[in-house]
């Protein structure tokens, strides 16, 4: 696609539940990033792509986070059992490479509120 | 360590006037450095970048910033304010060594124009 897509743009879920986000990157770009941005903060990295593999999951908060990435293109975070401090909103981000010099193309995230 | 610096948290400027939203940051090697700004509730958009060449960068909506190896700085800088430049912007900076995929973010600095 033209832009890098999230989906849903907004969720709001009970304590408890698990919830599932989306990201669908540049066609192309091999590298892909998720953040986490509480309100007004500053981005907290969670996990990068090559590929479809994961070298760093360094920034996964806890085993409840996990996230997938099927067919080197679209990638899903999942939060089980989520809790109140979970509540964020959760940034997509890719690049052609890893080791692409120039920026990183962002997605309109993902607001998510647990009740 | 690598590391960003954005001393201010927020910084106020009256409209016309000039405005620096000031960055700093730390790297073993030589740095590829990015801006961004963040609108309400939207993602981040890319505004410029130095990764090599001209110390001066021109970027989107008349913005630019000056790559200072000496005092390793980049800040942003803008000779006239609007309003609608109003928004969150963060810093980053990249390793330009090898397999460096991480972007290392600076914690973000409220830009507020006063009409």
Do not use: M
């Not at chain 2, 609608?84 to 600076?106: E, H, K, M, P, T």
């Amino acid at each position: 696609g033209a832009g890098v897509s999230q989906s849903p743009s907004n969720k709001v879920t009970e304590k408890g539940k698990d919830v599932e986000l989306r990201c669908d990157p540049i066609s192309g770009h091999t590298a892909l990033y998720w953040y986490r941005q509480s309100l007004g903060q500053g981005l907290e990295f969670l996990i990068y792509f090559q590929g479809n593999s994961a070298p760093d999951k360094s920034g996964l908060p806890s085993d409840r986070f996990s996230a997938e990435r099927t067919g080197g293109s679209v990638s899903t975070l999942t939060i089980q059992r989520t809790q109140q401090e979970d509540s964020a909103v959760y940034l997509c981000a890719s690049s052609p490479s890893g080791l692409w010099p120039g920026e990183l193309f962002f997605g309109e995230g993902s607001r998510l509120t647990v009740l | 360590a690598q590391s960003v610096a954005q001393p201010e948290d927020q910084v106020n400027v009256a409209e016309g006037n000039p405005l620096t939203v000031k960055c700093t940051y730390s790297v073993s090697g030589n740095p590829y450095l990015f801006w961004y700004v963040q609108y309400p509730n939207r993602g981040l958009q890319f505004l410029l970048k130095y990764i090599t060449g001209d110390n001066l960068v021109k970027g989107s909506y008349g913005f630019e910033a000056e790559f200072n190896k000496s005092q390793t700085s980049f800040h942003l800088k803008k000779p006239s304010a609007l309003v609608s430049d109003s928004a969150l912007y963060f810093c980053a900076v990249r390793d330009r060594g090898d397999s460096n995929y991480q972007l290392i973010w600076g914690a973000g600095t409220k830009l507020i124009i006063k009409p």
